[in-house]
């Protein structure tokens, strides 16, 4: 628990927004500051004359944003703000439902992000764009890496059976982003592999609906506007917490703990022998 803290239990509907609220704004420049000490530089306070976006690179980069980096860097924030029931939203609102403090339960958000496979796509789908290179590379590509059982950055949803809406948006925004003939080319062959690594990874998965999902183009988008790899996942922090926030406000509303069940479907247990006595 945080010093001084106090659990969204004891709290009125008006203290909790206000916690939730200084703790939006205070992330992002943690993050940044953290950043900033990964670039050996100094850390910069936030601006207030500065929208939100264009403070957030300036956070993470030390430098200011051209127009068109803020609005990609916005675009991206708006579509991954909030999605249902993911990991890191379900885990906050877990953590609520105790009753506990808000800063608790928006630190356990970013415990979630921790893991590869909420959060960390991004970098490691641009990664994988640049280590296939041409299109033509991807369907080998893809398929020694699902012979030893590897996860494809970037492809498949949990939920969506359809192309994920938030993936078509941010494909647009790399394509108007993208200004050099280098940029251009960036998109194209993201463009091109992606239609490969779906035909790979629909031969050898038949039947199974695989989708390119927001990670894949959201790296190429963030590298476009000129973040680097390690502020990809704090990036996607400072948009979820906005989403985090809005749920534990929403839990703490109407609080019931959450306290799924189990079923156990293990071994039976071995039979006692004759003459034993449970002691």
Wanted: with cysteine.
């Amino acid at each position: 628990m945080i010093p001084d803290a106090r659990a969204t239990l004891d709290q009125s509907e008006y203290e909790r927004a206000a916690d939730v609220h200084r703790l939006m704004a205070v992330v992002p420049v943690i993050l940044g500051a953290g950043l900033a000490v990964c670039q050996s530089r100094r850390a910069l306070q936030a601006d207030p004359a500065l929208g939100h976006a264009a403070d957030w690179y300036r956070l993470a980069t030390g430098r200011r944003t051209t127009p068109a980096q803020t609005r990609a860097i916005e675009a991206y924030l708006i579509a991954t703000v909030d999605h249902g029931f993911n990991a890191s939203t379900f885990a906050t609102r877990v953590v609520t439902s105790t009753g506990a403090d808000a800063a608790s339960a928006l630190s356990t958000g970013v415990a979630a992000l921790s893991g590869p496979l909420h959060g960390g796509a991004p970098a490691r789908a641009l990664a994988m764009i640049e280590e296939i290179g041409e299109a033509s590379s991807a369907r080998r590509w893809v398929s020694d890496r699902l012979s030893f059982g590897e996860k494809i950055m970037g492809f498949g949803h949990a939920v969506y059976r359809a192309d994920d809406p938030r993936s078509t948006f941010m494909r647009s925004v790399a394509q108007q982003l993208a200004g050099s003939p280098a940029e251009v080319e960036l998109v194209q062959r993201a463009i091109a592999i992606e239609a490969e690594v779906l035909a790979a990874l629909s031969a050898a998965k038949p039947g199974a609906v695989i989708v390119t999902n927001v990670e894949y183009y959201a790296g190429v988008v963030l590298h476009l506007a000129g973040l680097p790899a390690e502020a990809f996942t704090p990036s996607f922090t400072v948009s979820r917490v906005v989403g985090w926030g809005a749920h534990l406000l929403e839990q703490a509303a109407d609080n019931k703990i959450m306290r799924p069940s189990s079923r156990y479907v293990g071994p039976e247990p071995i039979a006692p022998r004759d003459g034993w006595v449970n002691p």
